[in-house]
């Protein structure tokens, strides 16, 4: 039950039906919606569909798409999404093992600084027993 031809346009050496898609739906004020279904497609449908669309102002704009269908005997069931199962795993592996790199960085560099900044305000360093300590009369000036 392939849509009805309306008239055959030849251009060149090429020939396009035009083809009654069904009814425009409005869209808002402006626009409208419309779709072009096939029911029961076979081979012989196959082949480049283009989409013409015109205004009252006479402006126009076009999108092609080439509809391929295949014998049902030859067609062979794949998996939807190939390459998701092995693949995403292997690539959220892959990110849960650099994030843990990165957070086990963060945290050593963390505890260097910490470390180095408690070793500077202790009071057994040099500079704070040098700060603690009186002057001594031989440094004093009279």
């Given at each position: 039950?392939?849509?009805?031809?309306?008239?055959?346009?030849?251009?060149?050496?090429?020939?396009?039906?035009?083809?009654?898609?069904?009814?425009?739906?409005?869209?808002?004020?402006?626009?409208?919606?419309?779709?072009?279904?096939?029911?029961?497609?076979?081979?012989?449908?196959?082949?480049?569909?283009?989409?013409?669309?015109?205004?009252?102002?006479?402006s126009f704009n076009y999108k092609p798409s080439y509809l391929r269908v295949y014998p049902v005997n030859t067609v062979e069931r794949h998996d939807p999404y190939p390459g998701t199962t092995g693949e995403s795993t292997s690539i959220l592996v892959l990110v849960i093992s650099l994030g843990i790199i990165v957070v086990l960085i963060l945290i050593f560099i963390i505890v260097c600084v910490v470390k180095k900044n408690s070793k500077a305000g202790s009071p057994d360093s040099p500079e704070v027993v040098r700060n603690l300590m009186a002057p001594s009369r031989s440094t004093q000036s009279s």
């Open positions: 039950d392939a849509p009805q031809d309306i008239f055959t346009i030849n251009v060149g050496d090429d020939r396009y039906r035009v083809i009654h898609t069904g009814e425009d739906v409005a869209i808002g004020s402006e626009g409208y919606l419309n779709k072009l279904v096939i029911h029961n497609a076979q081979e012989h449908d196959s082949g480049l569909y283009i989409c013409f669309v015109t205004n009252s102002a006479g």
